[in-house]
Protein backbone atom coordinates (compact mmCIF):
# COMPACT_ATOMS: atom_id res chain seq x y z
CA UNK A 1 0.00 0.00 0.00
CA UNK A 2 1.39 3.46 -1.48
CA UNK A 3 0.57 7.02 0.04
CA UNK A 4 1.12 9.63 -1.88
CA UNK A 5 0.63 13.01 -0.02
CA UNK A 6 0.41 16.40 -1.25
CA UNK A 7 0.17 20.14 -0.75
CA UNK A 8 2.77 21.38 1.68
CA UNK A 9 4.52 24.38 1.05
CA UNK A 10 5.37 27.99 2.72
CA UNK A 11 2.73 29.66 4.74
CA UNK A 12 2.64 33.21 7.07
CA UNK A 13 1.36 33.19 10.56
CA UNK A 14 -1.89 33.21 10.18
CA UNK A 15 -2.32 31.69 6.63
CA UNK A 16 -3.92 28.37 5.40
CA UNK A 17 -3.17 24.76 3.90
CA UNK A 18 -4.62 22.24 2.94
CA UNK A 19 -2.80 18.82 2.88
CA UNK A 20 -4.07 16.20 1.02
CA UNK A 21 -2.96 12.14 0.72
CA UNK A 22 -4.11 9.48 -1.37
CA UNK A 23 -4.28 5.95 -0.94
CA UNK A 24 -3.28 3.05 -3.30
CA UNK A 25 -2.97 -0.76 -3.30
CA UNK A 26 -4.51 -3.77 -2.26
CA UNK A 27 -6.71 -2.42 1.23
CA UNK A 28 -9.61 -4.20 1.67
CA UNK A 29 -10.56 -1.96 4.74
CA UNK A 30 -9.42 1.12 5.91
CA UNK A 31 -9.58 1.65 9.69
CA UNK A 32 -8.03 5.04 10.31
CA UNK A 33 -6.30 7.56 8.53
CA UNK A 34 -4.03 10.10 10.13
CA UNK A 35 -2.02 12.56 9.84
CA UNK A 36 1.11 12.87 11.94
CA UNK A 37 3.82 15.84 11.78
CA UNK A 38 7.46 16.02 12.72
CA UNK A 39 10.38 18.35 13.46
CA UNK A 40 14.22 17.48 13.69
CA UNK A 41 14.85 16.06 17.23
CA UNK A 42 11.86 15.44 18.14
CA UNK A 43 9.48 12.60 17.88
CA UNK A 44 7.11 12.16 15.30
CA UNK A 45 3.64 13.39 16.73
CA UNK A 46 0.12 12.88 16.06
CA UNK A 47 -1.96 15.26 14.44
CA UNK A 48 -5.37 14.11 14.08
CA UNK A 49 -6.67 10.99 13.06
CA UNK A 50 -10.11 9.96 11.15
CA UNK A 51 -11.83 7.07 11.41
CA UNK A 52 -13.76 4.87 8.84
CA UNK A 53 -17.03 5.51 10.40
CA UNK A 54 -16.16 8.87 10.44
CA UNK A 55 -14.53 9.54 14.38
CA UNK A 56 -12.11 12.24 14.63
CA UNK A 57 -9.38 13.12 16.88
CA UNK A 58 -6.89 16.60 17.00
CA UNK A 59 -3.61 17.22 19.00
CA UNK A 60 -4.85 19.96 22.09
CA UNK A 61 -2.48 21.95 20.26
CA UNK A 62 -4.25 22.20 17.02
CA UNK A 63 -7.81 22.01 17.80
CA UNK A 64 -10.06 24.56 16.61
CA UNK A 65 -7.47 25.51 13.89
CA UNK A 66 -7.42 22.32 11.99
CA UNK A 67 -10.00 19.97 10.24
CA UNK A 68 -9.48 16.45 9.29
CA UNK A 69 -12.11 14.98 6.21
CA UNK A 70 -11.88 11.46 4.27
CA UNK A 71 -13.10 10.11 1.29
CA UNK A 72 -13.74 6.62 1.92
CA UNK A 73 -14.71 5.69 -2.29
CA UNK A 74 -11.06 7.64 -3.19
CA UNK A 75 -8.94 6.37 -0.32
CA UNK A 76 -7.97 9.93 0.26
CA UNK A 77 -7.60 11.95 3.77
CA UNK A 78 -7.11 15.94 3.71
CA UNK A 79 -6.70 18.24 6.48
CA UNK A 80 -7.21 21.93 6.43
CA UNK A 81 -4.48 23.93 8.51
CA UNK A 82 -5.77 27.11 9.29
CA UNK A 83 -4.57 29.72 11.82
CA UNK A 84 -1.15 28.45 11.18
CA UNK A 85 1.23 29.33 13.97
CA UNK A 86 5.29 28.95 13.87
CA UNK A 87 5.54 25.94 16.12
CA UNK A 88 2.90 23.82 13.18
CA UNK A 89 6.17 24.03 10.89
CA UNK A 90 7.12 20.80 10.36
CA UNK A 91 7.35 17.60 7.75
CA UNK A 92 3.72 15.86 7.92
CA UNK A 93 3.22 12.06 7.05
CA UNK A 94 -0.21 10.85 6.47
CA UNK A 95 -0.78 7.28 7.57
CA UNK A 96 -3.35 4.67 6.98
CA UNK A 97 -4.51 1.62 9.51
CA UNK A 98 -6.31 -0.54 7.12
CA UNK A 99 -7.10 -4.29 6.74
CA UNK A 100 -5.86 -6.30 4.07
CA UNK A 101 -6.49 -9.73 2.27
CA UNK A 102 -3.66 -12.65 2.88
CA UNK A 103 -5.05 -14.86 1.06
CA UNK A 104 -7.53 -17.75 1.61
CA UNK A 105 -5.82 -19.64 4.40
CA UNK A 106 -4.58 -16.35 6.22
CA UNK A 107 -7.99 -14.29 5.57
CA UNK A 108 -7.48 -10.46 6.47
CA UNK A 109 -4.90 -8.88 8.26
CA UNK A 110 -4.03 -5.41 9.84
CA UNK A 111 -1.03 -3.56 9.00
CA UNK A 112 -0.31 0.22 8.56
CA UNK A 113 1.14 2.65 6.10
CA UNK A 114 3.43 5.81 6.22
CA UNK A 115 3.21 8.75 3.29
CA UNK A 116 6.82 9.92 1.90
CA UNK A 117 5.98 13.31 3.98
CA UNK A 118 5.43 16.93 2.59
CA UNK A 119 7.00 19.92 4.58
CA UNK A 120 5.05 22.43 6.33
CA UNK A 121 7.04 26.07 6.59
CA UNK A 122 5.77 28.58 8.85
CA UNK A 123 7.55 31.99 8.43
CA UNK A 124 7.09 35.60 8.21
Known amino acids: VQLQASGGGFVQPGGSLRLSCAASGSIFRINVMGWYRQVPGKERERVATITNAGSTTYADSVKGRFTISRDGAKKTVDLQMNSLKFEDAAVYYC???????????????????WGQGTQVTVSS
Open 95 to 113: NVDFLYYSGRREGLKRSES
